[in-house]
């Protein structure tokens, strides 16, 4: 009679560990997407940052250049950034940053809202930073590794941001 008892204990223990973890389980995969980074949102259109940064560099619009392809950090592989970058840089960047990857033609943006509320910054300014390496790049067939193309970059940025961006 005395084991039937502690059998029940223990079946009843059992069962309720196993409800405990279930429960905790699901709460878990249920909340981890609100603590998931919110990604910052545009202020304004890609084609307005192109037309903006069109005006800085006194460039009219080429239909005849393909215009690059956008991807953001919120939806997409780190991998994906990696493998565009590394022919570029030399090297595989351990997280994903802005970037123009010149040979595919594609404009990588960190979208993280706190990294741009952190830096009193707006996604717009970094678009129009990339942007400018575009041109620089497809327009003016200028190498990126003349570091003064860097600087022209954070200036047109910069201007940007003051002009365009509300913080």
Known sequence: MGQKIVYQIFSFYCLLMKNLIITILIAFTTSTSAWAKAP??????????????????????????????FYFQS????????????KQWGFRPDSFTNAFA????????????????????????SI????????????????????????EAIDIQTAFRQENCKL
């Open 40 to 69: 910052a949102k545009l202020q304004h259109t890609i084609d307005f940052i192109f037309e903006k940064v069109l005006e800085k560099k006194h460039l009219d619009k080429r239909d005849d250049v393909p215009f690059p392809k």
């Open 75 to 86: 939806n997409t592989p780190l991998k994906q950034f990696q493998d565009a970058i590394e």
């Open 102 to 125: 010149v040979a595919n033609n594609e404009v990588y943006i960190l979208d993280d809202a706190d990294y741009y509320r952190k830096h009193s910054r707006c996604m717009d300014d």
């Open 128 to 151: 129009a930073h990339e942007l400018t390496h575009y041109l620089q790049t497809k327009y003016q067939n200028w190498d990126l590794s003349d570091e003064s193309l860097e600087w």
